[in-house]
């Protein structure tokens, strides 16, 4: 589950948060997914998790995309387990995983969201 210490390291780190209303310049087919299921994701390039505004339609969406998206920044960041090199970028989690524990943290540890939301802003 994601740690309060993690967050504030990835915030340390400069990941940010963006929110865009359509993929841009992104080869979807790479991720198995059309541009339709495409919610949010991680760009390790920039340090951006981007959020796509039309397939978050409730703020429970959002949430769970903001915590799926900042386990896949904790895992290439600061546990190591994605290849930040370059734009070869490798998930080494199968995003179901990912999907599992962004639930556990919300489900048991609603304070994280909460903090998330104050550090970076949002409502």
Same mark, same amino acid.
């Given at each position: 589950m994601l740690s309060y210490s993690e967050i504030l390291k990835l915030y340390l780190y400069q990941v940010s948060i963006k929110f865009r209303r359509k993929p841009k310049d992104l080869k979807l087919e790479k991720f198995g997914v059309d541009d339709f299921e495409m919610k949010?994701?991680?760009? =390790?390039?920039?340090?951006?998790?981007?959020?796509?505004? =039309?397939?978050n339609q409730t703020e429970y969406e959002r949430d769970m995309s903001l915590l799926h998206e900042f386990t896949h920044a904790r895992d290439a960041i600061l546990r190591g387990y994605g290849n930040l090199k370059g734009h070869n970028y490798v998930e080494n989690r199968d995003c179901s995983e990912v999907e599992l524990e962004a639930l556990e943290t919300y489900q048991k540890r609603p304070y994280i969201l909460k903090f998330i939301k104050d550090l970076y802003q949002l409502k």
């Open positions: 949010a994701e991680f760009n =390790p390039e920039d340090l951006e998790i981007i959020i796509y505004t =039309p397939f």
